[in-house]
């Protein structure tokens, strides 16, 4: 730690010494443009702007010529005069339609991350279950009547609801530790889709700037500073289903302040038998204002509650025999409720010696109660084995980082260090067996958790011209406490463990249309707080080694190729066990596999897009034959075709695919994979209205949403049965939406 704040407070010390610069902002319509590309035609000099807009390049003369772009914006050439080396520039950039052709590798930041962006404006996002959709190869799936997370799968993981993918959003974590229900659920539904503003990813545990569940990868998001418009929509469709949005400007966005509100409610029954009674309120409002043109102050407020009946997972015997369809259920009396309050104060800013200072400090309320039933009447034979999940968390926080470019005689070196604090208090978090969601049968459960984790990290990317090296660090300090509510004598459980992660990538371009990398690192994922106290484990943030070797080749002007081989070490698999409420560690595991991808731009007008995974994923403490990882995919298939601005049409078809997977770990039971695919047609009859129509399963697939091997009982039965039970998928569901915008 005491080598990581030395590191912090020498990049905050030292000042360039490089005389000849030139300083300047790109702007849209007095807005900041974030990561737009400045290069000297002349010099070949290069630089990025930050998240004010802010960029400083070198080498300049005068006379020079500086190239200034970004996708989505028309590029622009200026000469630089005396003036303009002495005074401070403003460039304003105007928006233009996404064209692949214009996409150079050498340019972004991150190339993938530029993909998605173009994904997200060629087919924009339509509801929450789309928005984790859009991060490449990811896979996800809901089984318990709209309100709990989705469960996701990315490379040979199933990661239940966020064991090893980390999200993230303006700087606040999602993923819950030591959760009721389990260790990393990420609950995003108190994001509004038509907010969010960008969205980048990254696989592996290869980035210094994420530490706890980056393990098969990270997500974050960013909500839109402004909006261009205000926005009434309102939709309906099949299963008595509804969603209203309201998006409201607040300030005049010609102003040097913004502010906006967006209020999202959504209700449906879905496809049951049993009503899932389903609804769903988000109030979001963002306020950003900029001081002396070097600094950016935003405040965030939002509030997220959501309420739900679910018919659960049914074992497939009753749907053989015909005493259910998929649809109906053995215990309707599922649910829940959930709710979270969120306050995030982001702060940017460029210090005068040319530090860029990024921070936020946050606070969230979270409240979760759920009822399940896995077994049904295997454990109770009279009451059933419903159990009931709660708690009551607050989460306080903050994020700093400092970034610093240093410019020497043959190459530059970009300082990246950063620190920050999260701390959890979780109040009478319970596992409870209960009986028709009234009646408290026992406690199993009941305690109270605290946890801090306190994280320093140092990047430095070291640019050599073709080639740029990044060696990070990061360290990571966490302190587990559990009191035990339901022991005699006072109980107060504490523990802390201190993780090391090092990194190492290396990307070399060999041309504009041909980028080459390798990446390193080891990533971590924590445990639940009451196992690791309460079972003396010993590892308690078991980590994961990975590498990628890969490429992205932009064969033709119209068609971007993506891949790459990895290999990813787990020191320690989770298996969470919901009835009773513990996470196993199930032994060492490893994966290895090859994603692919592809970007084809047929016309101005139509995009085509695909990514797939091919995984072995495997357990290293298991005999050969044994040694599945039960639900790991094997492959998966995404993709789609969008079009947009033909004749006032826009839309595009999306397709999923997930091959047969084992359900244990000898691949004796196999959970069914599937393929489904989705529609969206839009209509703009003006600038102001447009009629939307979104069939989701066009084809009316019969498929299996989630499966588990569950061992269950029903009240007839004298023996138990392990099979798999299963959530249905959605069948055709069609919908339309009537929007307005002025």
């Known amino acids: 730690m005491k080598k990581i704040f030395t590191l912090i407070g020498l990049v905050c010390l030292v000042v360039s010494t490089h005389a000849q610069s030139v300083k300047g902002y790109v702007m849209d319509n007095n807005q900041p443009l974030e990561t737009a590309y400045v290069y000297n035609e002349n010099s070949k000099e290069h630089a990025h702007t930050n998240q004010l807009g802010q960029f400083i390049i070198n080498n300049t003369n005068l006379g020079d010529s500086l190239t200034v772009g970004l996708l989505g914006y028309q590029k622009t050439t200026l000469v630089l005069t005396e003036a303009a080396l002495q005074n401070t520039l403003i460039i304003n950039l105007e928006s233009k339609a996404f064209v692949l052709d214009e996409l150079v590798l050498t340019e972004p930041i991150d190339v993938l991350n530029s993909i998605v962006k173009i994904d997200l404006e060629t087919s924009p996002i339509n509801s929450s279950q789309e928005i984790l959709r859009k991060v490449p190869g990811l896979i996800i799936g809901q089984h318990a009547g709209g309100g709990k997370a989705e469960q996701l799968f990315l490379r040979g993981f199933d990661v239940d609801h966020g064991t090893d993918v980390s999200l993230i959003v303006d700087g606040m974590p999602v993923n819950m530790v030591s959760h009721a229900h389990g260790q990393g659920y990420s609950d995003l539904h108190f994001l509004i889709p ?73 209700e449906t029954d879905g496809p049951f038998e049993s009503p899932q009674n389903f609804s769903r309120l988000n109030v979001f409002g963002k306020y950003n204002a900029f001081i002396n043109n070097n600094s950016k102050i935003g405040l965030t407020l939002s509030h997220f509650t959501s309420q739900w009946d679910a018919s659960g997972q049914i074992p497939q015997r009753l749907v053989n025999d015909g005493t259910l369809t998929n649809f109906g259920a053995v215990d309707d009396t599922e649910g829940g409720y959930t709710s979270r309050t969120n306050f995030n104060v982001q702060y940017n800013t460029l210090l005068d010696n040319d530090i860029a200072v990024q921070s936020n400090a946050f606070y969230s309320n979270y409240n979760f109660e759920l009822y399940s039933n896995f077994t049904f009447f295997l454990e109770d034979p009279v009451n059933g084995d419903q159990i009931r999940q709660k708690e009551d968390r607050n989460i306080f926080g903050f994020n700093t980082q400092f970034k610093k470019d240093f410019y020497y005689n043959s190459f530059d070196v970009t300082y990246t260090s950063g620190l920050g604090l999260r701390y959890d208090d979780v109040n009478d978090i319970e596992l409870s067996h209960t009986l028709n969601r009234k009646t408290t049968l026992e406690n199993i459960q009941l305690g109270n958790v605290n946890q801090r984790n306190l994280y320093g990290f140092f990047n430095a990317e070291i640019d050599l011209g073709k080639v740029k090296i990044t060696p990070a660090l990061r360290l990571e300090y966490i302190k587990f406490q559990y009191q035990d509510l339901l022991s005699e004598t006072y109980s107060n459980l504490t523990d802390s463990e201190v993780a090391l992660l090092p990194k190492l990538s290396i990307q070399y371009n060999q041309n504009e249309n041909l980028q080459w990398f390798i990446k390193s690192g080891i990533g971590f994922h924590s445990n639940d707080s009451r196992v690791v106290l309460n079972q003396n484990i010993d590892n308690a943030l078991p980590k994961a080694y990975g590498v990628d070797i890969g490429n992205i080749w932009k064969p033709t002007n119209k068609l971007v190729l993506n891949t790459a081989l990895w290999y990813l070490f787990s020191e320690e698999e989770f298996v969470y066990v919901g009835d009773a409420g513990i996470i196993e560690p199930s032994g060492k595991s490893e994966r290895y596999g090859i994603d692919f991808g592809i970007r084809y731009q047929l016309t101005d007008n139509i995009y085509f897009n695909t990514d797939a995974t091919l995984t072995k994923a495997r357990s290293l403490e298991a005999e050969k034959g044994n040694n599945y990882i039960p639900l790991a995919p094997d492959f998966t298939l995404v993709g789609g075709l969008a079009f947009k601005d033909i004749n006032n049409f826009s839309g595009g078809i999306n397709y999923r695919y997930v091959d047969n997977r084992p359900a244990n770990e000898d691949n004796s039971v196999v959970a069914e994979g599937y393929f489904v695919t989705d529609l969206n047609i839009n209509y703009n009859f003006n600038k102001h209205w447009k009629l939307g129509v979104v069939i989701e399963n066009v084809l009316d697939t019969d498929w299996k949403e989630t499966q588990f091997l569950t061992e269950s009982r029903l009240q007839n039965e004298a023996q138990p049965v392990e099979e798999i039970h299963f959530t249905p998928g959605t069948p055709f569901n069609f919908k339309t939406t009537l929007s307005y915008s002025f």
């Open 194 to 266: 038509e907010t969010i503003n960008n969205i980048s990813f990254g696989k592996g545990p290869y980035y210094a700037n994420h530490g706890d569940f980056t393990t098969a990868g990270f997500v974050d998001f960013k909500t839109k500073d402004k909006l261009q418009d205000n926005l009434i929509s309102f939709s309906a469709g099949q299963f008595n289903s509804l969603r209203t949005l309201g998006l409201f400007n607040l300030i005049d966005n010609k102003n040097s302040q913004n502010a906006y509100v967006a209020v999202e409610y959504i």
